[in-house]
């Protein structure tokens, strides 16, 4: 366990009867309210100091209004510390450079995504020209651009990066490798290649729940863990919980401990990058 607090660069809140979230419907665990005090009681004793809401793709045309409804809750508690907020980039640049502006207009908004998992079956959905420029827009707002994607995206990925070099990315969940069934490759050379772009940082985050949700062990998410902060390095990767998505497959605890098992003998400065330091930089906090 990390000798020092931590920050959190990765937490979903929400309450389901303030505006709805389609995609919860089908998941009882999650289709429940999940705020502070449920995070609170969650993280088991683990010191987190800080923590970055990102969005809950909250239903269409609400994106916005979930990005207020958390900077409501900021006040309440001094670890609220940034939000990432959902945007239709999709729509090209004239269609949403109002809402991006009145997003950033926010006290804690630190940063945008949009979910191209969904899209994982729609080759080049990312690479669409008015999509791009929507995010080469957010580089004018100081905006980094979350990348929450599947593995098979991760070209995709990488060159919507490269169009985009004034923008700073993060990597979700380094990029959902197929750790369920055992897939390393190609995973592990395109993660080497995105990292190769210097304006990209990778999320220690959401790892389990790529795995067997109630059977996944140490030995199957290490080597995954281990090769994304190889990639990055302590300087360019952030922990994340996931929470409560995470708890899907594990207990908070049990997943900071899991990575501070894959980085036991790291200097603590390195930690520190990890836990602390990367997501206090990368989204100003």
């Not at 907020?85 to 926010?106: K, N, R, W, Y």
């Not at 220690?204 to 990639?231: F, K, M, N, R």
């Not at 990058?273 to 930089?281: F, G, H, P």
Request: proline share 7%; net charge negative; aromatic share 8%.
């Amino acid at each position: 366990m990390p000798s020092f607090p931590i920050i959190d660069a990765h937490v979903h809140l929400y309450d389901p009867s303030a505006m709805a979230f389609p995609g919860m419907a089908g998941v009882p665990k999650l289709n429940a309210p999940h705020g502070l005090a449920e995070f609170a009681r969650s993280i088991e004793g683990v010191a987190v100091e800080g923590l970055v809401f990102v969005e809950v793709d909250a239903a269409p045309g609400r994106h916005l209004d979930e990005a207020r409804w958390v900077e409501a809750h900021c006040g309440s508690d001094p670890r609220l510390r940034g939000i990432v907020a959902s945007m239709p980039l999709e729509h090209g640049p004239a269609a949403v450079e109002a809402d991006i502006a009145t997003f950033a207009q926010l006290p804690h908004a630190r940063g945008v995504r949009r979910l191209l998992e969904r899209h994982d079956e729609e080759p080049g959905w990312a690479l669409r020209e008015p999509f791009v420029e929507a995010v080469q827009l957010l580089a004018r707002y100081d905006l980094p651009f979350d990348l929450c994607l599947r593995h098979g995206q991760l070209p995709e990925a990488t060159e919507l990066v490269r169009r985009c070099p004034e923008v700073r990315f993060v990597v979700d969940h380094i990029a959902k490798p197929g750790i369920r069934a055992g897939v390393q490759e190609p995973w592990r050379t395109q993660m080497r290649e995105l990292a190769a772009e210097p304006n990209v940082v990778c999320k220690i985050s959401g790892v389990a729940t790529e795995a067997d949700h109630a059977l996944w062990t140490y030995d199957q998410v290490a080597p995954y863990v281990a090769h994304a902060i190889d990639c990055f390095g302590f300087g360019r990767a952030m922990f994340g919980g996931d929470w409560p998505v995470s708890e899907l497959a594990t207990r908070y605890r049990r997943w900071v401990e899991t990575v501070d098992q894959v980085t036991a003998g790291t200097s603590e400065t390195d930690l520190r990058k990890l836990y602390r330091d990367v997501a206090i930089d990368f989204y100003r906090l």
